[in-house]
């Protein structure tokens, strides 16, 4: 329901994109956003956008990090720049939805990041 897209090797400096288009069968989306976990450790937020546009970042990916959504496709993107080794990762596409007064949070498979030289 969640495929992301983008990963891949990359040197330190790189950049790449990572996009996250949620299938048909999401409604009512609030929140679109991606986290990270790297090996050994726990799952953590790296940015989130809400329908009104409103972003929110850590702490370690602000200012190389740009996350932005086209709503019309239920699709979020990460833009990665300057990437450190520290970013590996497998990162995951998270998408939180309201339908018919539920509450709904989804998790795609993730897509591995690899910065290394």
């Known amino acids: 329901q969640l495929p992301a897209s983008g990963g891949g090797l990359v040197q330190p400096g790189g950049s790449l994109t990572l996009s996250c288009a949620a299938s048909?069968?999401?409604?009512?989306?609030?929140?679109m956003g991606w986290y990270r976990q790297a090996p050994g450790k726990q799952r953590e937020l790296v940015a989130t956008?809400?329908?009104?546009?409103?972003?929110n970042y850590a702490d370690s990916v602000k200012g190389r990090f740009a996350i932005s959504r086209d709503s019309a496709k239920n699709t979020v993107y990460l833009r990665m720049n300057s990437l450190k080794p520290e970013d590996t990762a497998v990162y995951y596409c998270?998408?939180?939805?309201?339908?018919?007064?539920?509450?709904?949070?989804?998790w795609g498979h993730g897509t591995l990041v690899t910065v290394s030289s």
């Open positions: 956008i809400t329908s009104g546009g409103v972003l």
């Open positions: 048909g069968s999401i409604f009512g989306i609030n929140v």
């Open positions: 998270n998408a939180d939805a309201t339908y018919s007064g539920s509450y709904y949070n989804y």
